[in-house]
């Protein structure tokens, strides 16, 4: 059964800290890890990593997939009090799997003033 | 472009009553389909998915069923809703392994 695991699963910051959030995963036929931030409703996709695109950066956020130890981390320098939410991690795998992705249990990160 | 309307956005249902939650994408044909679920504001688990009209594979079993009566049209339901089934639910569509998720519906069981 696929699996993914996120940490720390809570996480309180003051605006401008650096955070590191991590994702650890076991599939078969991996093809792809995204992150996903989520507020109050939908999540909203941050960065999709694949085997051809393992790092990603976009503004303040970066990602990094490092394949050999099956895991990613999320960074985010210089935090917001807007940063605040649950962040997603998602694992897509091939074969029958096509499309269907697994979830960790998300990170909830609060930025407080 | 494309949209995924999901609807309502809130339910508060009795145990024991019926259930029908709607999704429908606009912009694309043929895309693959999912109904999640979040409790607790916590991770996303994968209740349905469906590749076409009349295709609906089952991840969990459990109270719910999943139909896809058209192209763009995917719907989850219940004869009888436990307490169970409250939580956040949400569609989406997906590009490959992108997945683009409607705005969800918060259910209530009481």
């Known amino acids: 059964e696929d699996k993914v695991v996120q940490s720390p699963l809570s996480l309180v910051v003051h605006e401008g800290d650096t955070v590191t959030l991590n994702c650890s995963y076991e599939v078969t036929n991996f093809r792809s890890l995204l992150w996903y931030k989520q507020e109050k409703k939908a999540p909203t996709f941050l960065f999709m990593l694949t085997s051809s695109g393992i790092e990603k950066k976009s503004g303040r956020l970066s990602s990094i997939l490092d394949k050999k130890e099956l895991s990613s981390i999320l960074n985010i320098t210089a935090t917001q009090t807007g940063d605040s939410a649950i962040y997603l991690c998602?694992?897509?795998?091939?074969?029958?799997?096509?499309?269907?992705?697994?979830f960790g249990q998300g990170t909830i990160l609060t930025v407080h003033p | 472009s494309q949209t995924i309307h999901q609807w309502p956005a809130t339910l508060v249902q009795p145990v024991g009553s019926p259930l029908s939650l709607e999704c429908t994408v606009e912009?694309?044909?043929?895309?693959?389909l999912y109904w999640y679920r979040q409790a607790a504001g916590r991770g996303l688990q994968l209740l349905f998915y469906s590749v076409g009209i009349g295709q609906i594979s089952s991840e969990v079993p459990q109270n719910l069923s999943a139909s896809r009566p058209q192209d763009r049209q995917f719907i989850l339901s219940s004869k009888k809703l436990l307490l169970s089934d409250s939580g956040f639910y949400l569609c989406?569509?997906?590009?490959?392994?992108?997945?683009?998720f409607g705005q969800g519906t918060r259910l209530t069981v009481v």
């Open positions: 998602a694992v897509g795998a091939g074969g029958t799997s096509y499309g269907k992705l697994t």
């Open positions: 989406a569509w997906t590009i490959t392994d992108k997945a683009f």
């Open positions: 912009g694309t044909s043929n895309p693959n």
